[in-house]
């Protein structure tokens, strides 16, 4: 009996995936609090899944804004992710997000989809970019435990290397 109420379930929930965005909200709007609590969880990693702007919008729970220059960086990583060969080089002026989502976001959502992968970042330099700490902040924006959805790449908190980020699956 538990067996075809749980596969009646993931039926359900696998079906809930592939509506579109109007038809689902619909669907959450019926739902039960236990189905909703199920619901935004599957809105949450599909939020996720779709790019690295994405990502970041629901780790910081919004504080971190889209802006339209970010779109370029992340359809790098889309295309990247969709295995095309890419070597891009990134120009933008200072302090509009390149290296935050060119080093720190763009390669945590590939390496949350492909957590076999390995990552290289270069830049040109014997030190990592100004105003940049070579990994460690991003282990320090992203909330350890609560917020990462089973199966996501975990940034060990210890990170100190300057061109390595370590995991709590090992070396990145």
Request: net charge positive; hydrophobic share 35%.
């Amino acid at each position: 009996m538990t067996t075809t109420i749980s596969r009646r379930h993931q039926e359900f929930l696998d079906e809930y995936r592939s509506l579109p965005a109007g038809q689902r909200y619909l669907v959450a709007a019926r739902a039960t609090p236990d189905q909703r609590r199920k619901l935004m969880a599957i809105e949450r990693n599909t939020a996720m899944d779709r790019s690295p702007g994405a990502m970041v919008s629901v780790l910081t729970e919004g504080r971190e804004l889209q802006a339209p220059h970010l779109n370029l960086i992340d359809q790098a990583f889309q295309r990247i992710d969709a295995g095309e060969k890419l070597q891009v080089m990134l120009t933008m002026p200072p302090r509009h997000g390149k290296s935050q989502r060119a080093s720190r976001w763009g390669p945590l959502w590939y390496l949350r989809r492909h957590p076999e992968h390995r990552v290289v970042i270069a830049f040109n330099g014997l030190t990592s970019p100004k105003g940049t700490d070579g990994g460690s902040e991003t282990a320090a924006r992203v909330p350890h435990g609560t917020r990462h959805p089973p199966g996501s790449h975990h940034v060990a908190s210890d990170v100190k290397g300057t061109f390595r980020a370590d995991t709590r699956a090992g070396l990145a």
